[in-house]
């Protein structure tokens, strides 16, 4: 095509530049379309959204989110991953493939806050039945299964409680009756639990959390290992139109050679801080799963390789809110918010009888997402938090 015989604004549009081929660098480049053009009306009639060896159309992919399916698929020991706009549009995902009105869904009552909510919306506007589950309930899981159920969700650990269910119990308990597990395994990034090698059908990861590492991206992915459970996410995915935008992807991707390293970097400084905690009167409980006092230690030691940076702790029920209010405001360098899986050290507080039904006791919980800082810095930060907790 010559440009010099198009006007102004054609020639602006068709421009005639190719860049040399040969060019090889490190980053995945960042592909962004909407638009994909096919090269003849043939490809164009055979194409499939589903096939991931060809493209379609942006909302299902470019190089850039192809790149990222497959290494965060590796990650855990899965085939097929969809990413997601959120970690919360995958827990929805998985739910838009999997039921329909008259099913029947088991979620822990443990689980993340907002997968709850979601549970009681389908109850509530969709006729889906949702039923909460004591996360230490294992093999007991059997009992609740009735003829209409088509999913159990887990996980692994209830990210704010801690519980560490026996997963390996809950999906042979399942399978024995052809329902699907999904687990949330936000919590190990897919590195500390390898969700495939226990039995997991399906497993969704917050790239929010770890993969992205920057407190600057939502994303979420569905991973399987099975074609035929990934070609219903797919064809839910493709009917609710969840997209993803290739930059966040590439912030993402950007993030996954040092994944490991800033994973066990936040578990040796966790485990530190927990470490220091556990000797503090004004704490009557450490929920950290490799610490025994952490219901469902057993499992942890069991199946899991490592812990990453997030726990919470149980202050003496003796200390009130307004005290503990008063530590966690006192904290400098921990900042209060929602999220983990960044640099920066977080923390949050919660009322322990609000969060589930079988937790027995009470008291204020507040946990920690303990971030790259020196982890002597860390503490240090906490002792004079919890000084200005009494009263003078
Ligand atoms: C953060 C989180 C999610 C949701 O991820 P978003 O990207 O914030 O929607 C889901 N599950 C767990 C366990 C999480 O921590």
Redesign the pocket.
Known sequence: MKNDVFGQNTSLIHTDYEAPAGFVAFPDAIHHASTVVFKDLASMRARSWQNKDAYTYGLHGTPTSFSLEAQVAAIEGGKHCVLT???????SLVNMAFLKSGDDILVPDN??G??KEQGAWLQRSFGIQVRFYDPLIGAGISDLIQANTRLIWA?AP??VTMEVPDIPAIVRAAHAKAVLVAL?N??SAGLAFKAFEHGIDIS??????YQSGGSDV???AVITKDAELNSKILDAHMRIGFGVGMDDVYLVLRGLPTLKMRFDAHDKAAREVATWLKTRPEIAQVLHPAWEDCPGHAHWKRDFSGAGG?FSVLFDAKLSEAQTDRFVESLKLFKIG????GSHSLCVPYRIETMRNHWKGEGILVRFNIGLEDAQDLIADIAQALALMHPR
């Open positions: 706009p959120s970690g919360l549009a995958a827990i689980a993340y907002p997968n996980e209830g990210s949330d936000t919590w969704i990861q917050a790239l929010t959390k939502l994303m979420g997030l929602f999220s983990w899986g």
